[in-house]
């Protein structure tokens, strides 16, 4: 199961397709406006019912500067006083949520993304925490998966101090890459010395984990500055490290329209710095989890892949995939047994919508029998690199060669290309194939057509 990742330009250029990246199956694409507020309210009583634990996430949408490259739901602002009146709306979606939960259903992991976190000023994060800690129940003996999304630009000492104050153990910190030429054709300018300067401070705190963002394929990048970028990442240490690729779509994103794509590196030079990253990681002892995420092998993460109990949510890849996932604030998505919905992401109207007492559930999906099956298939492929069909079989009552009969040319196509390992009783993904594993798991997907898949990004 943890044999290295192998290298296979061929096979790499023949699967690089472009795909979905699982967070869910189905995907967000296939949620639609049937969806709304009063199957959220349903989903919250069944969830109270089975006294499920819950995984919390609290978007804040706030930029003071823009990064050209960001696909994320974001405002760009330098007035800080926009936040106060989202903070309100936000404090409403809380209560009119967690008054459908029970007190007993313990918050085991919470994730504040963006946007920026911390554009927030630390009395409206002391009060957003406050709130948080009012209405659900989370734990104060540090034992929770409590992470923010860190800009070293925003933090210093005292952000972090105050940070672990309020309970946040995880940091996941924005770096993207360390050379000034390519910072600046993202308009990112970031040092090392920032960068060092939060990591310091949380190792100090005893934060029990950090994350580093990389993204290969940004303008002005060649694979000489970016294995630059690397090898001082690694001397900072990370405990996991998330290495994504560059998707450069500036007809759905505006701000990649201000990057010159003829600054963009080629496909090769891409695949030459996806290729040393992998081996610059792995001499220095990180393990490869699966889709652009690496970890030391004493991580929480490293240690669930090994012992069969990792997953995957909207939050990526989790130890936490048993809890019921609830989205806060503008665009947020949550996962509730069967149910995805996701708030509108429009700022204004997410805001109005709570104006008027009213949840800003906008679009969603609820999992029939087909969706719960694939899912389960997609998930242990996507996680694990391997399936037994007994499980499958077992879990769902049906016979996995005569249910996906159909499909079955498209794997043996594989596994003669040596992407996989097939027999009549699993599926193994081998070190060949572990890079393209979202190729496998799309020839599970019943919903991906060739005409949606320019809405995805590239495998590699």
């Known amino acids: ?17 472009a795909g979905p990246r699982y967070t869910s199956y189905p995907t967000a694409v296939q949620f639609d406006s049937q969806v709304g507020s009063f199957d959220l309210f349903h989903a919250l009583r069944d969830s109270r019912k089975a006294l499920r634990p819950l995984s919390l996430y609290v978007h804040v949408p706030f930029c003071a500067n823009i990064c050209y490259y960001c696909a994320c739901n974001k405002v760009i602002t330098k007035d800080r006083g926009r936040a106060l009146p989202y ?33 927030l000023s630390h009395d409206e994060l002391r009060q957003l925490m406050a709130q948080l ?21 925003e933090a210093d ?61 940004l303008p002005k990048q060649t694979p000489e500055n970016f294995a630059r970028t690397v090898d001082e990442v690694i001397n900072l240490q990370p405990d996991r490290l ?19 794509s003829n600054d963009l590196p080629a496909p090769a030079q891409k695949l030459e710095m996806l290729q040393r990253t992998i081996e610059q990681l792995t001499a220095a002892g990180y393990r490869y989890i699966g889709m652009d995420h690496f970890a030391l092998p004493d991580d929480e993460l490293a240690i669930a892949q090994e012992e069969s109990t990792l997953q995957r949510n909207f939050q990526g890849y989790t130890t936490h995939g048993h809890c019921d996932l609830i989205g806060l604030g503008v665009s947020a998505i ?27 559930t906008s679009r969603g999906l609820i999992c029939n029998a087909d969706d719960r099956l694939r899912r389960a298939v997609i998930q242990q492929l996507i996680c694990h690199f391997s399936l037994e069909f007994a499980t499958i079989e077992q879990t769902f009552n049906i016979d996995f060669r005569g249910y996906f009969g159909e499909l079955w040319p498209q794997l043996l196509n594989m596994a003669e290309d040596g992407l996989i390992e097939l027999d009549n009783q699993r599926i193994c993904v081998l070190p060949a194939g572990r890079l393209l594993v979202r190729s496998v798991c799309m020839v599970f997907d019943a919903y991906l057509e060739h005409s949606n898949r320019q809405r995805f990004s590239r495998v590699i």
């Not at 199961?1 to 397709?17: G, H, K, Q, S």
């Not at 910190?173 to 970031?190: H, S, Y």
Request: aromatic share 8%.
């Open 1 to 17: 199961m943890l044999d290295a990742i192998r290298w296979d330009t061929d096979l790499i250029r023949r699967y690089d397709l």
């Open 87 to 119: 903070l309100q709306r936000l404090e409403q979606e809380v209560q009119l949520i967690a008054c459908h939960l029970d007190p007993t259903q313990k918050v085991e992991q919470l994730h504040f993304g963006g946007g920026t976190p911390t554009f």
């Open 133 to 153: 800690r009012k209405h659900f129940t989370l734990l104060d003996d540090d034992s929770g998966d409590y992470g923010i999304e860190i800009d070293p630009r």
């Open 157 to 217: 000492w005292s952000t972090m101090g105050l940070l672990r104050e309020l309970g946040f153990n995880r940091v996941s910190i924005g770096l993207q890459d360390l050379d000034p030429v390519v910072q600046r054709a993202v308009n990112r300018l970031q040092s090392l010395e920032e960068t060092r300067a939060v990591i310091d401070a949380a190792r100090t705190l005893q934060f029990r984990s950090i994350n580093i963002d990389l993204i290969y394929g």
């Open 242 to 260: 998330s290495v994504f690729n560059y998707a450069h779509l500036p007809e759905r994103f505006m701000p990649q329209r201000r990057i010159n």
């Open 334 to 360: 949550s996962q509730i047994g069967d149910l995805y919905c996701q708030n509108s992401s429009d700022l204004n109207q997410y805001q109005n919508a709570l104006a008027s007492a009213q949840l800003a």
